[in-house]
Every structure is written in structure tokens, then in C-alpha cells.
């Protein structure tokens, strides 16, 4: 797969004596027409990584590259294959839909049959097509976001930087915020780099999620990666029914087991924390016990959780 954003060591620091990182030796890489989700806490650095990304800050060390663009060094070619939705995002409040699409068509230099069709289409493509000739003052929240993706897509862009792009709107206009950013990937090829405090959303729309923390990489993978990581990590809880046995006695023989942590007899079963890889060991020390497995079912960590165990909360 190309390589459309990388980074190797990219650092920014701020001060007079640069005691303040704000982002400490990134190096990622995302793949073209990957969605690539970035998380973490307030003020662990999301944010100024996008803007060395897009040429709004120059790093203090390290390098990057978009879509084979330097980014100290090629930042106007970066601007020319990119789209970027910021939060928050500025427009003209007294010119409508169409005036400020077009103001930013001119902007690339777009000929005027083609941006004016653009345009249209892209109204359209983001369900802005009948407030196409209303004033942007007089828009919600929802058509402000949605406004931002098409004015993101007016060069068509080969990658977007989208900075919480469903904040602040109703969960209607968050899925189908959510359902055009997957479309473009999927229909378009277009590369995704997310920024978003909403893990519902990373979790259903991104390919790979990197998490930064304090300003540094501690994981990056897919969400069974990342969940993989914690119960390596933790271990793995259990929920476990048992026939035939009594659940004290089940409990007894389980806490004989070296990767068994921890053995709780509840009124919904057995719940034990294991290292992940055990799950054989105890259903067949329970068949030796004369027990006979009824239920054994893993916690399933949504994302929420299992970010916050990765960063220590």
C-alpha cells in the first residue's frame, strides 16, 4: 500500500528555552485511502500534529511527508491534494453556500464551468443541496459541519486533515457525517487523517487508530490491535458458567492456575481475570474438576475503555 502521510521523529516544542513539547518524536505512517484515526486527551498533541502536517507549524525536529511533499519544504504543493476541515472552522456569514464554494474554487484556480459545477455537486453530495443560495450566518451546526467537508472537497483533495468533524451536532448529523467520510474512502480513494474525541465514531468508521499521549505514540493498530495490547497488558476478563459443580469448588481449582489472577463467585457465575491465551487451560482444568462448561464469554472493551486503559486513566 503507498504511503501517503508519514512522519519520523517529528517533534514541536514551545518556549523560550523549548521546555514546553507539545509533540515528542512522532513517527506513524498511513496508508493511501486509509481512514487513520487519532485520539487522545485534551492537550496531548492531536492538534499540533495536524497543523505541522498541513504546514501551519514547522516542527523543531524530525520530518514528515504528505503525499510525498515535505513539509517544511513543499507546503504549497501539500495544500494543492489536500482538504482540511478545522475546528473551528471560519467562513463568510453574508455570502451563501454557493458564494463561499466559489470564493474558495477561485482560490485553486479552478476554471469557472468546472467550479461552478463542483460546486453544485458538491452541495449535493453533502445534503446541501437545497440551502445551496441561503446566507452561511443562517446555517445550524450540523449544515456548518457539513458545509466545512464540502468546502474541504472543492480542489478534490487526495487527502483530508479532518479536526473534530461531527463536534457539536445532533446524532443524526454525526452518522451521516460519519456515512460521507466512509463513502469518500471507500467510493473516492480519498485518505482520511481523523481527529475526534468521540470513540463511537473512530471505532466504527477508522481503519488503524493511533493513540498520543502527553505528545507521544503509545499505540498504534486496528481496534482488536489496540484491544489485544491491553489484555496482554491486564489479562482478560471472564464471565464463566459452570454444570455440575458447585461454583466454589470450580473457583478453588481455578485459583490453582499460574495465569489466573483473580476468582470472584457472583450470582451471575464465575468472573476470573486471566492472561490472554489461558481460556484452554481453564475449561479443561474445570473438565478435570468434573465440571462441564455452560458459559464462557471474554469482555468486549469498546474503545472508551480500552483508551483510557492504555493511557493510564
Known sequence: METMIETDGLTKSFGK??????????????????????????????????????????????????AGFDIVREVIRIREVTGVLPEPAGYYDNLTARQNLRFYGKLYDIEEKDREERVVELLKLVGLGHAIDQKIGGFSTGMLKRFGLAQALINEPSILFLDEPTSGIDPLGAQEMRDLVSNLSRDRGVTVFLSSHSMTEVEEICDRIGVISKGRLIAVGTVE???????????????????????????????????????????????????????MEIAEVVKRSGGAVTRFEGERMDLQRVFLRLIGA
Open 17 to 66: 528555552e523549548n521546555e514546553i513539547v507539545a509533540v515528542d518524536s512522532l513517527t506513524l505512517q498511513v496508508g493511501a485511502g486509509e481512514i487513520f484515526g487519532f485520539v487522545g486527551p485534551n492537550g496531548a498533541g492531536k492538534t499540533t500534529t495536524m497543523k505541522m502536517l498541513i504546514g501551519l507549524l514547522e516542527p523543531s525536529s524530525g520530518s514528515g511527508r504528505v
Open 225 to 279: 490491535e489496540l484491544r489485544d495490547m491491553v489484555r496482554e497488558k491486564e489479562g482478560v476478563s471472564y464471565l464463566l458458567e459452570v454444570s455440575g459443580l458447585a461454583a466454589k469448588e470450580v473457583a478453588l481449582a481455578l485459583e490453582r492456575i499460574g495465569r489466573v489472577h483473580s476468582v470472584e463467585v457472583s450470582d451471575g457465575g464465575i468472573r476470573l481475570l486471566a492472561d490472554k491465551g489461558a481460556r
